[in-house]
């Protein structure tokens, strides 16, 4: 299976449509990705394909020396359970990186 970065989403397709995604956005000058959202189409779920998801925005975050905020809850809940990720997470939000968060959301 072949996975896509657009420099919003990793996303990967089936029958020529998005079979799946992973969208982010940075807050933090850049510093910190947003996981927003982690989606596979319904007739493919139970096969693994999230994590594979996960494993490709970690993998992402890693190479391009960022942390990660899960604002999504499928991968709050995956980084709790896979603690060998906790060095990507950025547990340093405030008030205004919230802030910034809804400015970055609202201007898609």
Same mark, same amino acid.
Request: charged content about 10%; glycine content about 6%.
């Given at each position: 299976m072949?996975?896509?970065?657009?420099g919003k989403k990793i996303s990967f397709?089936?029958?020529e449509k998005?079979?799946?995604?992973?969208?982010y *956005?940075?807050?933090k000058k850049q510093e910190t990705?947003?996981?927003?959202?982690v989606f596979v189409n319904p007739e493919l779920r139970g096969q693994g394909l999230a994590q594979q998801l996960m494993l490709?925005?970690?993998? *992402? &975050?890693k190479e391009q020396h960022k942390k990660i905020y899960p604002l999504c809850?499928? &991968?709050r809940t995956y980084l709790k359970k896979h603690t060998e990720y906790q &060095?990507?997470?950025d547990d340093h939000t405030t008030l205004e990186t919230k802030n910034e968060m809804e400015k970055n959301n609202g201007s898609k």
């Open positions: 072949e996975f896509t970065n657009d397709t089936y029958h998005i079979g799946g995604c992973v969208t *956005f940075f807050i990705i947003v996981i927003e959202q490709k925005i970690l993998s *992402f &975050a809850p499928y &991968a &060095a990507l997470i």
